[in-house]
């Protein structure tokens, strides 16, 4: 029988206290190995003390693998934190997720900065054809940033521009005062060509609603629509226009994404901006200072246009992948201020808890990510992760490249939508 999420933290956790009869073992499988298995053991093991439960995590750097493995097998943890929704959305279609129930996403849409996106995120269509809510995202990642050398502007009177009109209008201010805007790469070997899908994908948020979006993840908006074709000509404004980008339109497809920043640092500037994600300050120079040598901004939204803040990102979504009443508990204490502020003073963490203390973080960089995210009107996830594998991780950055190297859009799009078709 079924058991059913119980109303309220408090109560949940009172279930079991520590010593009580009624703990449990529950096990947690996620994608974190290193420091991140540390961070979130330090957050599960204030779980355990809470709850009195034996609580184990484990890890894995071929988490999406294994845990198609596990289930099919009936072996599955208890709870399981899924980088990509698109493989927790088949694994509920399949039966092996347990719904956390209306109370749960009701908390999720008041709590969370742009609550609803978050629910709609976690909702998916069980075994049974009906939607039920059943991920939790608890740590999340953004990408809707813009990185500059702050000296750079302010040698050359540059103002952060608050709106994507301006940013544009920045970016002809540049080329006419002699420089170069941008630094973009998509080289990543194999995977070449997906740092162009982040930049479609925050263009379609800033140019067409986000249901438009979450039809466009699907294909119930086909890929060659006028609207997806008018988002990837945006991100062509700013890549294929030889003046705008440092080594001209053509070393975009074979710049790699690693190097492509570097140009920030260079004396004088190659660029004076580079769009990317929450990461990438691990390709700057040994030695920078992020808000110090290098800061960032929110990649701007239209103001004519009337969509709000749209918060591109990605992060993880904990599910129930084997029920017990421990399962339920830790959702319900990730519900709490101190499951989040715990790994906020630590590294790598993200949140879009309106009721945590921002002063928790110990890093002010996150903190002002964090600020970016608490301020979104719009969230959605990486959509190249929600695709099928062959679309997203295959046509769609295939057809990027070819898009730099100079094919129209709509050929583009023609060719990814084929693609996307063959499979169905």
Request: hydrophobic content about 40%; charged content about 20%.
């Amino acid at each position: 029988m079924k058991k059913t999420v119980m109303a309220g933290v408090a109560a949940a956790l009172l279930t079991c206290t520590a010593g009580s009869a009624l703990a449990e073992q529950l096990t947690v499988f996620g994608p974190w190995l290193g420091p991140d298995q540390q961070n979130v053991e330090a957050v599960l093991n204030a779980f355990a003390e809470k709850s009195g439960n034996d609580v184990r995590y484990v890890g894995s750097d071929s988490f999406e693998q294994q845990i198609v493995v596990d289930l099919e097998a009936g072996s599955a943890p208890n709870v399981a934190a899924f980088p990509q929704p698109g493989l927790a959305s088949d694994m509920a279609a399949r039966g092996f997720l347990t719904p956390l129930g209306d109370d749960v996403a009701n908390w999720l849409r008041d709590n969370y900065a742009a609550g609803d996106s978050w629910v709609a995120l976690g909702t998916y269509k069980g075994k049974d054809g009906e939607n039920h809510f059943y991920g939790f995202p608890y740590k999340t990642d953004v990408k809707s940033l813009v990185w500059y050398v702050p000296e750079n502007f302010d040698d050359a009177g540059y103002e952060i521009p608050k709106t994507m009109e301006e940013l544009k209008a920045l970016t002809e201010q540049i080329v006419a005062d002699g420089g170069t805007p941008w630094c973009i790469g998509l080289g990543s070997g194999a995977a070449t060509g997906w740092p162009a899908t982040d930049w479609v994908e925050d263009m379609m948020l800033r140019t067409t609603t986000p249901e438009n979006y979450d039809k466009w993840v699907t294909n119930d908006l086909k890929f060659n629509d006028p609207v997806v074709i008018n988002a990837i000509d945006e991100f062509g404004w700013f890549a294929r226009n030889d003046k705008f980008v440092a080594g001209g339109a053509n070393a975009v497809a074979s710049t790699d994404f690693r190097d492509s920043p570097k140009g920030l640092f260079s004396s004088p500037p190659q660029c004076y901006m580079h769009r990317q994600a929450s990461f990438i300050p691990a390709f700057f120079p040994e030695g920078t200072v992020v808000g110090e040598d290098v800061d960032f901004f929110y990649f701007p939204a239209y103001a004519s246009k009337d969509l709000g803040k749209p918060v591109l990102g990605a992060g993880t979504t904990w599910v129930i992948t084997n029920e017990n009443q421990a399962a339920h508990d830790l959702i319900a204490f990730l519900q709490t201020p101190e499951a989040h502020e715990i790994w906020m003073a630590r590294k790598g963490f993200l949140t879009p808890f309106k009721g945590v203390n921002p002063d928790a973080f110990s890093d002010p960089t996150l903190r002002k990510m964090n600020d970016i995210l608490l301020q979104a009107t719009t969230f959605r996830f990486d959509g190249s992760d929600l695709m099928p594998g062959a679309v997203g991780a295959g046509s769609f950055w295939t057809g990027m490249v070819d898009y730099t190297g100079g094919k129209s859009a709509k050929d583009v799009a023609d060719a990814i939508q084929k693609s996307w078709d063959a499979i169905k």
